[in-house]
Structures are given as C-alpha cells and as structure tokens.
C-alpha cells in the first residue's frame, strides 16, 4: 500500500512536540516496515534530518503558508504520486481530498475556551484555523489517532464519536535521554550554578508559567537553599512582566533565561538538575514526562489531564492551580532526599513502558487494519 505521511515541518530547526513525534514514528517505520511504500512530504528547511530509503520517498513541497501547504500543495502531492491512504499529523487536514484519511488529533484545545491572555499571533492563528479545518474533516476520517486515554475520552465527549473511530497510541521517547554523569560542559552553556530547578516555560497559558514562577518565589521563601531556577522557551521581558505584575522583582537574580536549548542538550539540562517542573494546566500527553523521568531527574507535574496517566499515580503531583501546593513539593524534595530519591527510581521503571518502537508498531497495526 502507498501511505502518504505529512510531516510539513520536521526540516525546520527549532522543532516542537508534534515535529518530533512524527519525525520519530517514521524512522521507525522505516526500520519495520518493508511492506508497505512512504511518501513523506515536507516543507524546506535547513535541518535535513530525515533520509529518504527504499520504502520511503521524501517529497518536498513549496508554498507561501501553512494553510495553501496543507489545503492545496499536500493533496495535490499525494494524487499525483499515487497515495492511497493520507495520514496527516498535526491536528488538522485536507478538507477536499478523496484519498483516504488517518487524522493525529493531539488535543482539541481549541474547542475550548480561549485564555484572553495570550497575545501570540502565531498560537492565536493556529488555535483559529483548527477551529475552522477539524469539524470539518472528523466525518472524512478513517480513524483518528490520539495519545492518551484522558485525550480519546475527551475527544469522543465533544465531538461526539464512536469508540471504534479513535485509536489511543503512547508517545515515546528518544533514547538518548538517559542520565549523563559528565554534564558540566554542556550545562555551562546555560547556567553555571550546578543545582538548579528546571523549567519548559511557553507564552501559552496552558503551560502554567506565571504561577509556577510564583510558587518558586514562594519556595525562595521559606528554603535555606535557594536553588536557581532555570527556564526555557521564555524570554527576558517575559518574564520581566510576570515579575513586575506580582512584585516579585527581586527574585529577577535567581531566575536565568536560557532561551531555547538544543534537544540534543537537553539530557544534560534533565540531568544535572535537582527537579524538574512540569506544571502545565493541560497537556494531552507531555512527553518533557518522559524525557525528564528517563533522564533520571526528579519530576514534578500536575495532577490533571493526560499528567497523572503518563506519570503514573505515585509520582510527585501537585495541583497547577494551587502555588503552595507546588512549592511546597518543591521544598518536600529539597528536605526528604529520600523521598527525591524514590521519586527518581519510580520515574526511571516508569518510562520503560513507552518506546518509539511500540509507537510505530502500533501505528503499523492501524494503517494495515485499512
């Protein structure tokens, strides 16, 4: 069979959660599979890091946006080399196409209220044009895949589908993170302190990031340690904002700013710090879970959504909307080595239940199944 994949935008260089799933599920696909023939299409960009093999063809298209790429430029492609199944990746698809669809609905955020707070054209658009394209292509689609047990639940709830329509399939992890012991030259890029809090802040008011700067100023207060906390993804000003709004000046010296970090060095970051905070509102899946649990890093994360199910229920969870709730886990881990330890040691079994490999087998299963 000739499966079309759209991966529009794993060349580009700094990726995100969605480029990278897709990214790895093919390289496993193409390890697999030698039944079945890929088309992968793609948008250019500098980071080539997929290569094309005997079952798989990747095709690069041009357009001026992601809407005409999608809307025009992919199914076009895909007729013309033959597809006869069209899995498309990213929350939305082809609303005029007559091939076959496999739809990835990661979450359906966008049916749900809108927090006015975000200023991010970027996500604003993207949260509008799901909004627009999915009630539009659910009824085409073959089978929809989504990533967790609370995400199939929600999704069948507000779109109202048959069980049998939506297949759940786990991320998984790559295996490069695992605990690193020789750190120090990687992590000095970013913070030369050598104990520190780590966190994956994001402008988007699902990741949590104002409160859980708030619950590590409430940390600061009653610790005798005061470790660091380092962020990602947020830049200066941003986090000047959240610190003037809530008087919190002067803890400006205790937070540093790494912009984004390479995925590369991020088994470095996981590993040399204390904790990792991952403390987001909502997440469908989170696969920074896994990443900070294989790493050997003491996580803590919230006790809703997909969190607890991919965590696992004896993890260090904590209640995203309650700021001393999350520090005081914050100064439970700092006070109870035993209990940091524990936590470390549940992480590391925990994370051996996924594997990009029993992603892509899994998701095998299913383009056969059709």
């Keep these: 069979m000739k499966i079309g994949i759209e991966a529009q935008r794993i060349f580009r260089r700094n990726k995100h959660g969605m480029d990278y799933v897709v990214l790895e599920e093919i390289k496993q696909l193409q390890k697999i599979d030698s039944r079945n023939e890929y088309f992968v299409f793609v948008k250019p960009g500098p980071d080539h890091c997929l290569q094309s093999t005997f079952n798989c063809h990747i095709i690069t298209l041009k357009c001026p946006s992601y809407p005409l790429w999608e809307q ?55 949260w509008l044009y799901r909004r627009l394209v999915v009630p539009r292509i659910i009824s085409k689609c ?7 047990a609370f995400e199939k639940d929600n999704i069948q709830k507000k779109l109202n589908l048959p069980d049998q329509q939506v297949t759940m399939i786990y991320n998984g992890y790559n295996e490069w993170f695992r605990k690193v012991e020789d750190h120090d030259y990687v992590v000095s890029k970013y913070i030369d302190h050598p104990d520190y809090f780590f966190f994956l802040g994001n402008t988007d008011p699902k990741k949590n990031s104002e409160r859980t700067i708030k619950a590590y100023a409430r940390y600061l207060e009653q610790s005798q340690v005061k470790r660091p ?12 904002d959240i610190l003037e709004r809530n008087g919190m000046a002067g803890i400006r010296d205790k937070i540093v700013i790494s912009g984004y970090i390479r995925n590369q060095d991020l088994p470095f970051i996981y590993s040399k710090a204390f904790a990792f905070l991952y403390t987001s509102l909502r997440e469908s899946f989170g696969i ?15 006790n809703t959504s997909s969190m607890p199910e991919i965590a696992g229920a004896d993890a260090a969870l ?28 549940k992480g590391l079994k925990r994370v051996k239940m996924f594997s990009w490999r029993k992603t892509a087998e899994q998701l095998l299963d299913v383009y056969n199944s059709l």
């Excluded at 906390?229 to 000047?240: G, T």
């Excluded at 914050?330 to 109870?336: A, G």
């Design 318 to 345: 904590v209640n995203p909307e309650d700021i001393d709730d999350m520090a005081s886990m914050m100064l439970k881990m700092e006070r109870e080595p035993q209990f940091r330890a524990d936590i470390i040691e």
């Design 72 to 126: 025009y430029a992919l199914p076009k492609a895909a007729r013309e080399c033959g597809v006869e199944l069209l899995h498309c990746t990213s929350n939305t698809a082809p609303i005029w196409c007559n091939i076959p669809l496999i739809l990835t609905l990661h979450d359906i955020i966008f049916l749900e209220p809108r927090d006015k707070r975000n200023n991010s054209l970027y996500q604003n658009l993207g």
């Design 288 to 302: 920074p879970l896994l990443e900070g649990m294989a790493s050997g890093t003491a996580v803590i994360t919230s």
């Design 229 to 240: 906390l380092l962020v990602a993804d947020l830049k200066r000003d941003e986090i000047d």
């Design 142 to 148: 073959k089978t929809i895949i989504t990533v967790s």
